[in-house]
């Protein structure tokens, strides 16, 4: 059944016929029923929204044989064309149901034809022929395991390999057109920052290996209510210790975070047409505040939240997911990191209070080895953040109510802009 929002939605966007099919839970996993003729349960982890376009989720697929990732996608009827060559291309048993005349299609990952990658991993032969690539000629890959930790269908796949003879490796699945950034930026902040050294990669594919750091995510080190502070001070020293790295081979990204901002507002007009004046001026004002910005270039994470850190077991932390890293400005990691902290408290995945002791811990530890940025800065790169962060109460799916999310992280948002911080300039 679809919630209110989702069926206003559905009823403004009519280029596409399987978005309420999609955006229904219960409605995805009785048509895959139907389709395989046994009781199945849909349960959607992630969404990607684009009016008029597509929409693409993932999910998981819970049979009577076990639990599957999957993803399922639909598209405008001008895009027929591009389902039916997924069709075509996808592995035998990878196409789950289809329904050519909405535009929908759901598989398995390898049938993801943006990720040709994951079509090697979902044959025996082919992935030993790849992990040698990678590794080396070595007797374990015959017995590899391999295991998905994340996917975002038609983006990246990262996943954990054992090899019985060799290292324990992370795997991670790119766009091939997009692999040759990500594994720069990887190779570039392993040397002399601390972060997982590439073991290889295959950019014709859109593969990377890259070294398993032992120890635990920084989310499930023990603390009250959540991560322990002395872990998340961690965490902040070893950011600045990134930021901190000089002579490492990232390169810039020009106006990229701007862009960002903009495309972020076009993603909330649609989904909030009734703020769209306000969304509109709003993200102008910080786009235009980020153009008109002294420009620096020290190394960035690019990504940064608490779920990029993982403790070792005498309590130091380490980064990961380096592939977005390149030359920034530091207050764009500490600005990502507080608008993720923000998002999790309006879902009540944290509590206000915790988001904050949290926050201020990272901070703790980040002075500790480097000055914090100035807070124009800050309060800049938090507004923006915000406001491309402000869209996940929908696409994360963790609440009904994702039109009070989104709204309420858009306050936040306008909160920094008229902060005396974010007034003040930029110097």
């Known amino acids: 059944m679809l919630l209110p929002a989702d069926q206003a939605l559905v009823l403004r966007d009519q280029d596409l016929p399987a978005l309420a099919l999609l955006l229904d839970e219960e409605g995805l996993g009785a048509w895959l029923a139907d389709q395989h003729g046994v009781p199945v349960r849909w349960s959607?982890?992630?969404?990607?929204?684009?009016?008029?376009?597509?929409?693409?989720?993932?999910?998981?697929?819970?049979?009577?044989?076990?639990?599957?990732?999957?993803?399922?996608?639909?598209?405008?009827?001008?895009?027929?064309?591009?389902?039916?060559?997924?069709?075509?291309?996808?592995?035998?048993?990878?196409?789950?149901?289809?329904?050519?005349?909405?535009?929908?299609?759901?598989?398995?990952?390898?049938?993801?034809?943006?990720?040709?990658?994951?079509?090697?991993?979902?044959?025996?032969?082919?992935?030993?022929?790849?992990?040698?690539?990678?590794?080396?000629?070595?007797?374990?890959?015959?017995?590899?395991?391999?295991?998905?930790?994340?996917?975002?269908?038609?983006?990246?796949?990262?996943?954990?390999?054992?090899?019985?003879?060799?290292?324990?490796?992370?795997?991670?699945?790119?766009?091939?057109?997009?692999?040759?950034?990500?594994?720069?930026?990887?190779?570039?902040?392993?040397?002399?920052?601390?972060?997982?050294?590439?073991?290889?990669?295959?950019?014709?594919?859109?593969?990377?290996?890259?070294?398993?750091?032992?120890?635990?995510?920084?989310?499930?080190?023990?603390?009250?209510?959540?991560p322990d502070l002395a872990a998340v001070r961690s965490a902040g020293s070893a950011l600045a210790r990134l930021h901190s790295a000089r002579n490492v081979a990232l390169h810039g990204r020009g106006n990229a975070d701007?862009?960002?901002?903009?495309?972020?507002?076009?993603?909330?007009?649609?989904?909030?047409?009734?703020?769209?004046?306000?969304?509109?001026?709003?993200?102008?004002?910080?786009?235009?505040?980020?153009?008109?910005?002294?420009?620096?270039?020290?190394?960035?994470?690019?990504?940064?939240?608490?779920?990029?850190?993982?403790?070792?077991?005498?309590?130091?932390?380490?980064?990961?997911?380096?592939?977005?890293?390149?030359?920034g400005d530091p207050a764009s990691d500490l600005a990502c990191v507080a608008a993720a902290l923000a998002r999790d408290a309006v879902l009540g995945s944290v509590s206000a209070d915790l988001a904050t002791s949290w926050l201020e811990a990272l901070r703790e530890g980040y002075a500790d080895v480097l000055a914090p940025p100035a807070e124009e800065r800050l309060a800049v790169h938090t507004a923006a953040h915000l406001l491309r962060r402000a869209v996940e109460p929908f696409r994360l799916r963790q609440t009904a109510d994702w039109p009070e999310a989104v709204g309420e992280l858009l306050t936040r948002a306008r909160q920094v802009v008229t902060s005396a911080s974010f007034m003040e300039g930029v110097r």
Not at 261 to 273: F, H, K, R, T
Request: charged share 25%.
């Open 44 to 226: 959607t982890r992630y969404l990607r929204y684009k009016q008029g376009t597509s929409c693409v989720i993932a999910g998981d697929l819970e049979t009577p044989e076990g639990t599957r990732h999957c993803f399922a996608s639909a598209h405008a009827s001008d895009a027929l064309e591009k389902v039916t060559k997924s069709l075509r291309r996808a592995p035998a048993g990878s196409v789950l149901g289809t329904d050519p005349a909405r535009g929908l299609v759901v598989a398995t990952p390898p049938a993801d034809r943006d990720l040709p990658g994951l079509a090697l991993l979902d044959d025996a032969r082919r992935t030993r022929r790849l992990l040698r690539g990678l590794v080396g000629d070595r007797s374990g890959v015959r017995d590899a395991d391999l295991r998905t930790l994340r996917y975002k269908p038609q983006r990246r796949w990262v996943g954990v390999v054992r090899l019985r003879h060799g290292p324990t490796m992370v795997l991670r699945v790119y766009r091939p057109a997009a692999a040759r950034r990500a594994v720069e930026a990887i190779r570039a902040c392993s040397v002399g920052c601390g972060t997982p050294a590439l073991i290889g990669a295959d950019e014709s594919r859109g593969v990377a290996a890259i070294e398993h750091v032992q120890g635990a995510a920084l989310s499930r080190v023990s603390g009250a209510g959540g």
């Open 258 to 327: 701007a862009d960002a901002v903009l495309l972020a507002a076009d993603q909330l007009v649609a989904l909030l047409p009734d703020q769209t004046d306000d969304v509109r001026a709003l993200s102008a004002k910080v786009a235009g505040r980020l153009l008109n910005t002294a420009e620096v270039r020290l190394p960035v994470h690019g990504d940064f939240s608490l779920d990029q850190v993982v403790v070792d077991e005498t309590g130091v932390a380490r980064l990961i997911d380096l592939d977005e890293a390149h030359l």
